[in-house]
């Protein structure tokens, strides 16, 4: 048998239901991979291999005993709590030295039960940046998260230990949240699969608590299919099959084994809205709604990326269609607005407390809480006109593909550390295609299309790709069409570490 790092998390959970394999002895081997490695990835900020090791063994025992989790679903495959997300017992530090040393909650968060439901086995906590604000995820109290193509570079944010994780083969696939790309912009910079889905779909983390719209969760897995099976599995279901959506916004949902049957045909779903006999028209455009209030540069890298989909979509017999958003200057005003606005209800009264808060954070912050009430009206409504907007143009097409990032992976202290202004446009700059999806709480899939040449610092090329965006509810459309992607353009065959 190969590493069990090595097979997919498909696959692991086949073994597992069919006896071949124990929740145990998942556990003890991706244990064993972060105790040698996360020193050098910085994926993990908290690894609780006691508790692990527990909860495999209470699985076994539900087993035998014929109670608890049913074999199959995520029975016994282990993953990890972004550190912004409370497990009761555990501590959470939210990235920040400002919450060092606060007792552990007592009781979980629901993303972190639903998981548990699905039979689980956490090995601690994925690194995050501070309060999960930034598209890069360097806290000033702990490690970085590092692309593990190269240990030079930034795994990206703000699920960014998610996505190394994952990269370095540390957990078979992990759970993130996107307030402006955190799932996508990580999974592009560490070469593997993240899916930010339509806003509601997901219970848990729906993104209908959050101010405009903006977060939700989902999954990161180095294939389609360990993504879909992982999105499948945030999705609890009513007996009859239906997801048990809690609140009255929500997105079009299918019966169980939907999502990972469209990772694993070879075909277009027949009620994803495609062109008909499997083909689907694909905008493609580089155009994003920061256009003229930042500099956007697309590097010769991202265009690779970009050409390499297009070509192998093309060739998959699809109809690409070159495409340009329309032009939107209200957009980068608002959203700047709209977060700032979210980030003034950070529950930091304290003025100490709030120093020992990094600059951008601070900037966020104190000035977000300068925002008239009137402004912060006029940017949601603004950004609600651009919703509906990018959400016509979008689905005028089956998907519009951009670039996943504009730059290449960031070197470790790229980013501005004193000066927040710019270090707020050095995100937009690395990733201007992703922010936008959140406002108009669109579906996009990131896939790895793309290798650069080997340098010393990364041997086998660092990882560019591909955003697919689909309409409200297309998650079928963009697992079908991100799988002909990682079908036809294969990356490295090894791990990194």
């Known amino acids: 048998m190969d590493a069990l790092h090595e097979r997919t998390a498909v696959e692991l959970r086949d073994l597992l239901a069919a006896g071949e394999l124990t929740p145990t002895e998942v556990t003890e081997h991706f244990l064993n991979r972060v105790d040698r490695l996360n020193p050098r990835v910085g994926a993990f900020v908290t690894v609780t291999p006691e508790r692990a090791r527990k909860r495999a063994a209470e699985l076994e025992e539900a087993r035998a005993a014929g109670s608890g989790p049913t074999p199959g679903g995520l029975w016994g495959l282990p993953t990890g709590d972004k550190d912004l997300w409370n497990r009761a017992g555990v501590p959470t530090g939210f990235g920040s030295r400002a919450f060092a040393g606060l007792p552990p909650a007592e009781e979980s968060d629901e993303i972190v039960r639903v998981l548990d439901g699905a039979g689980i086995v956490s090995l601690g906590k994925t690194t995050a ?13 702990a490690p970085p998260a590092r692309t593990p193509w190269d240990l030079t570079r930034g795994a990206g944010g703000s699920s960014g230990g998610a996505a190394a994780a994952v990269a370095a083969g540390l957990l078979p696939f992990a759970p993130g949240s996107d307030g402006g790309g955190s799932i996508r912009i990580p999974a592009a910079a560490c070469g593997v699969v993240g899916l ?7 219970p848990a ?10 977060v939700v969760n989902g999954p ?49 779903p027949a009620d994803a809205g495609a062109a008909g006999a499997g083909v689907a028209r694909i905008g493609v455009t580089t155009s994003s709604a920061w256009d003229g209030f930042y500099d956007i540069v697309v590097s010769p890298e991202a265009r690779a990326a970009l050409d390499a ?20 200057p209200e957009y980068g005003p608002a959203f700047r607005t709209l977060w700032m606005g979210g980030a003034s209800a950070v529950p930091i009264d304290d003025p100490a407390t709030l120093d020992k808060l990094e ?14 009430a009137r402004q912060l009206a006029e940017a949601v409504r603004t950004l609600t006109g651009f919703e509906r907007s990018l959400v016509a143009q979008v689905s005028a097409y089956d998907a519009v593909m951009t670039p996943a990032l504009a730059l290449t992976p960031r070197p470790i202290g790229w980013y501005d550390a004193e000066d927040p202004e710019r270090n707020f446009e050095q995100q937009c700059q690395y990733t201007p295609w992703t922010s936008m999806l959140n406002v108009a709480g669109l579906p996009a899939i990131t896939v790895p299309t793309h290798w650069t040449e080997p340098t010393a610092d990364a041997p086998a090329g660092l990882p560019m790709g591909v955003q697919i965006i689909g309409r409200p509810g297309g998650e079928l459309t963009l697992l079908a069409l991100a799988a002909q992607l990682e079908s036809a353009l294969p990356g490295p065959r090894a791990f990194p570490l």
């Open 196 to 202: 930010k889905p339509t806003r509601g779909l997901l």
């Open 220 to 268: 990161i897995a180095r294939t389609v299919a360990d993504t879909a099976l992982l999105l499948e599995a945030m999705l609890p279901r009513r007996a009859g099959g239906d997801v048990a959506h809690p609140y009255t916004l929500r997105a079009p949902s299918y019966a169980a084994g939907a999502y990972l049957a469209a990772a694993q045909r070879a075909g277009l």
């Open 205 to 214: 983390g729906s993104g209908v608590d959050s101010l405009g719209g903006l």
């Open 129 to 141: 940046p501070e309060l999960g604000f930034p598209a890069y995820t360097e806290p000033v109290g």
């Open 359 to 372: 600059p951008l954070t601070q900037w966020l912050i104190r000035t977000g809480r300068t925002v008239p």
């Open 309 to 328: 989909g297009v070509r192998a979509l093309a060739g998959a017999g699809h109809e690409i269609d070159e495409t340009a958003l329309a032009e939107a």
